[in-house]
Structures are given as structure tokens and as C-alpha cells.
DNA sequence: CGCCGTGTTGACTATTCTCAACCCAGGTGG
DNA sequence: CCACCTGGGTTGAGAATAGTCAACACGGCG
């Protein structure tokens, strides 16, 4: 059970053991989290970034009537990194949603890792990029894809990020998120993303009850929901061909076809 | 009249006369672009990134569909690195919106630049920590607000960005965009768009002829929006005070409310 | 045992989308 | 110089997607 930072870093760039050995080194104190709390006041200061271990956590940012927007997940593996809090006023927060642990890593470890690594450091510099192009997807997905799309799209993802990191089993993971939470990511209301969901489960594509979700026809899935897993460089891709997004040909009623 | 790029980062971080010579240095040969082209082929390898001078340049996605999201402008003075693209093929493209005249800025120099004067390496974080402030800023647009809410939105803030690099004249300035592209920077259809647009014009708030924007009620606008440029760390907010977002204190016909 | 957080449902409403037509201004070519 | 064409912008009518409100079910936990 190799950690699942270096799961992570190792599905775009091979590294040598010194590497991965350097790589622990430098994690930090873990804190465990209970879930749904803010991280923020508690996290490392300015010093040291956050290394999500286990659990699940999110970005989010609220409006001043009470509407909120999750703007990212980070699982195992995954760093969040909270620079723009030092400089000023934060203008979002970080939260668990499942219960979590997180390490600190010193930024000062950090640094010296990629001086004398440069493998970590592209590793690294990847990871945030990858970060980018998930919030980019999101984007696209609240602001094209209909609600059926979104909530398969968002599947997908998870499915793909957890499995790259070791924790599915077979087509099924866990996803400990309320409907209100997946409502809030997806910019739709907690009654209409259970009804989508029903539908998800009548085509017969998923199973989610609970934290357990089960992917019944993932190759479905992916087209339901125009799915590319490019956008996430997983799996060793690094001369990949250019490479055809699933194209869709049709396979679905329909009501849950597209619109504008 | 200051370069934009210049006056974009000193409205965070004061230069000295030899920093701002060095960056103006570093800028390398311009190429100019038509309305609506898109600037990937063209553009200038992995080995630069592009300044853009004159115009407005985006960064869109394309679904296999034909749905296309617009996930970003850039004005004078933005940067647009593209690091993905090289690394493997684009996830995304960038085209210009209006006729663009955009500089090439060799990496090298850039790297020469940080090295030397820290104060210009600061000055480049933040603005890439701005720009992904921006796009989260973007999702909970899409994801949160009413159509009358996002539009609202978005003309603050390119308001205040174009203000930024004095592109601005009073409370008016050019905005050479089609409510097509409104409606795929908006998540909305180009119908509903327009139909947002009048109302805007009803209320007063703006008048938007063509290219040319005029803000009439600049505060109560961004209270329509619930704007806070906060986000956009302009204006000298070094120590700035935790200070509030404004309060939506109920200036509105009830049908633009908000919703869930 | 009762409470609370989640999930589910129904009935109704509202926002937004689609389609299709029409208008207008600017630019082109005859 | 004018007729035409085209790309935006605007409208109307009808439909669909998504939201609200309110009630209820269910399971775990104190």
C-alpha cells in the first residue's frame, strides 16, 4: 500500500526510490478532522501546505445570502495548497466533507524536494496543472451539460481521480457526499439532483447508496456524460496520441440529451 | 501611458523604475490576430508565453457537440501561458474575441526576470494566483447566480479588470463581445442573454450598444451582483481590513432575486 | 423512544431554452 | 449607387428543465 501522494505523482511520472523515499520524508504532523468542518483557522500557517491523507475535503465559497458553491474536492493524495490566504483576507474556504487527515508539509521541504529533485518538481508543477484543468471541467459542466451530464460527469471524475490513487475496488468507491453536497458543486437543488440521480440508477448505470457507489456500465457512463478522462493525464500518457473524446452516438432517451 | 502589463502589476506591487525597464525589455516580437481566430497554431512554442497587448483573447472548450464554454478572457496585460499545451495535446484552445495584438515573452527571460528581482517574481504570482481567483470566481457565477445575477457580474468585473490597465474612460469602456459569447461565458442561451441585457438597460444599471458599455449606477450594480472586487486584489490591498462584502439589502425588483 | 439529518415524493411555479421569424446596419459586388 | 447578403440583435410563443415548498419515510443515535 504505497501512499497515495506518490500513487498520484507516479501516474504521470515514474520516480526513483531516493525520490519517493524524500517524498515521505518531508510529510509532516498529521490532524485528523471530523466531518464537515472548516479547516482553515486550524491548517499550518503560511509555512507549510496541506497533504490530504485520507478522507475527503472541498473548496468552497459562500455568497453573502447563504448560497454556496463548491468549487473543488480534494481526495487522497491531493494538496491544497492555501497561498492566496497569507497574502489577504481568504476568499474561500476550505472544509472536510467526510472526516479527514491531513498532513503538513513544510513549504521549506517542499522547496528543497524540487531543487534537488526535478522530477519531484515536475511531478509537482503537474499536479497543479491537473488541479487547473479540473476546474476548467467544472466550469464546463455547470455552465453546458444539463443536470443527468453533470452528475455523470462529476461520477466519472471521482471515480478516476480515486481510482488513481487506489481506492476503488473494482467499478465501485466511496463517495461520502450528501445530495446537498453534490448540489452544491453541480449549481442545482437538492430535490432535482435526487431525481436525476433516480434517473442515473433507472438507466441503470450507477448504484449510490449511502457513501457506496457502485458503476454498473462505466463505459456508458462515460458516454452519458461525454466523459474524457484526458483532461486528468492519468495513466502513464506521456506520448499519447491525439486521441478521440467518446463520441456520441446516441445511447440514451431522449430527455437527457443536450439542449442549447 | 504605461504599458499594461505594468500597470497591471504595480496595482499590487509598487516597481522600481530598473524592474519596470527590465520587463518592458523582455517583451519580444508582437503578433497581430483578427476578430475570432483562434491563436494555438500560431502561437509561440513551449519556449514563450504570450502578453497580451491590444484586444481581448479567450480561453474556451469545445464539447464534442458543439456546446462550447468560454472559461476565460484575457485583456492587456494578462498573460496567457500555455503549459498544458505542450506537455500533450490542448484540452482547451484560446481564439480572440475582438482583433488582438499579443507579444511573445521568451521563458527564459522570464525566469532571468524572477531571478533577479524578486519584487517582479511576486508580481507574476499574484497575477497568476488572480487569474485562477478569477475562474473560481467564474463557477460560482455559473453555478450560483441568476442570469440577471452572472451578467451583472461579469460587467464589474471586466469593469474593473479593463479599469486596471486603464482601458477605462469614466464609467465607460469597450466591451467588443456578441451575446453569443455572452451566452457561452454565461452558461445561458444567446436568447435568454438578450433578454437579461434589456433588463439590465431597464433597471438603469447599464446602457451596452454594440462594443461600447456605459455603467450608469456603478454601486448599485454591484449590488445587483453581489460584486465584491475583492477577489481581483487591485488597488493597493496590501493590509487590507478584513472588510465585508457589500450587503445585498434588498435593492431589487423581486423577480431578479436569487433562487435556491 | 424520540429526534434529526438525509433521502424521497408530489404539486406547483419559474427560469430558461428552443424555434422561428423579423429587423437592422454594414459591407460587397454588380 | 444600390441591391443584396450576412451577422448580430430582437421578438413571440410554446416547451422543458430545474426550483420551491411542504410533507413524509427511514435509520442511526443520544
Known amino acids: 500500500v504505497t501512499h497515495p501522494l506518490i500513487r498520484k505523482l507516479e501516474s504521470f511520472t515514474r520516480l526513483r526510490e531516493i525520490e519517493r523515499e524524500a517524498l515521505l520524508d518531508a ?5 485528523r478532522f471530523g466531518a464537515r468542518v472548516d479547516i482553515i483557522p486550524q491548517a499550518p500557517g503560511a509555512d507549510s501546505i496541506s497533504l490530504i491523507q485520507e478522507g475527503l475535503v472541498c473548496r468552497y465559497k459562500l455568497l453573502p445570502d447563504g448560497r454556496r458553491q463548491i468549487l473543488a474536492y480534494f481526495v487522497p493524495g491531493d494538496m491544497c495548497d492555501l497561498p492566496v490566504s497569507i497574502l489577504k483576507q481568504m476568499d474561500h474556504g476550505i472544509a472536510t466533507l467526510a472526516p479527514a487527515s491531513v498532513a503538513a508539509i513544510a513549504r521549506e521541504r517542499i522547496l528543497n524536494l524540487t531543487e534537488t529533485y526535478p522530477r519531484i518538481m515536475r511531478a509537482l508543477r503537474w499536479a497543479t496543472l491537473i488541479e487547473e484543468a479540473v476546474t476548467r471541467e467544472w ?19 471521482m471515480f478516476f481521480r480515486l481510482r488513481a490513487v487506489g481506492l476503488t475496488d473494482g467499478e465501485a468507491c466511496e463517495l461520502p457526499l450528501t445530495q446537498a453536497e453534490l448540489a452544491d458543486t453541480l449549481g442545482l437543488s437538492t430535490v432535482h439532483v435526487n431525481r ?8 441503470g448505470l450507477i448504484t449510490l447508496r449511502g457513501k457506496n457507489l457502485i458503476i454498473h456500465d462505466l463505459a456508458a457512463l462515460q458516454r452519458a456524460a461525454m466523459f474524457s478522462p484526458n483532461y486528468l493525464h492519468l495513466g502513464s500518457d ?14 440514451l432517451p431522449s430527455r437527457m440529451r443536450p439542449s442549447r
Not at 196 to 203: C, K, S, V, Y
Open 238 to 251: 506521456y506520448d499519447e496520441q491525439p486521441g478521440e473524446g467518446p463520441e456520441r452516438s446516441d445511447p
Open 139 to 157: 466550469l464546463v459542466n455547470v455552465g453546458q451539460r444539463t443536470a443527468f451530464e453533470r452528475l455523470a460527469h462529476l461520477i466519472c471524475e
Open 196 to 203: 436525476t440521480l433516480q434517473d442515473l440508477r433507472g438507466e
Open 27 to 31: 510529510i509532516g504532523p498529521v490532524q
